[in-house]
């Protein structure tokens, strides 16, 4: 009974685990565009994490808004980092070579991206 326990804890080892995990943001480092998050349910803290180039987006331009005072500089908008401690994200985990490397995929949306 013994070894076919250890049998199956062997395979379960063997399998692959989810390749994706939430977590919450633990540290943000704007400048490099990386992210520090704490997967659930475990509580582990990951090293700094890269993310998807086009999590952080610009706002839409606004082409047929209207523009009373001819000043309007809405077609003119840098990407927003929208990442801050805190906030709930979807990471995937990429194994190989022996370590595993999380990417953050995005935020999970809780009204936070919308008040840009």
């Not at 952080?56 to 209207?66: E, G, R, V, W």
């Not at 500089?73 to 990471?91: A, F, R, S």
Request: proline share 8%.
């Amino acid at each position: 009974m013994r070894f076919h326990a250890e049998q199956e804890k062997a395979f379960d080892r063997s399998l692959p685990g989810s390749s994706f995990s939430f977590a919450t943001i633990s540290g943000v480092n704007e400048e490099e565009r990386l992210l520090k998050v704490v997967l659930e349910p475990y509580g582990n803290e990951t090293g700094w994490c890269r993310v998807l180039k086009d999590t952080f987006y610009p706002i839409p331009k606004h082409k047929d808004h209207p523009d009373p005072d001819g000043k309007h500089t809405h077609d003119e908008h840098d990407p927003q980092w929208p990442y801050k401690p805190g906030q709930e994200v979807l990471v995937g985990s990429i194994t190989g070579m022996g370590h595993e490397q999380y990417v953050v995929l995005g935020l999970i949306d809780q009204g936070a991206v919308s008040d840009q």
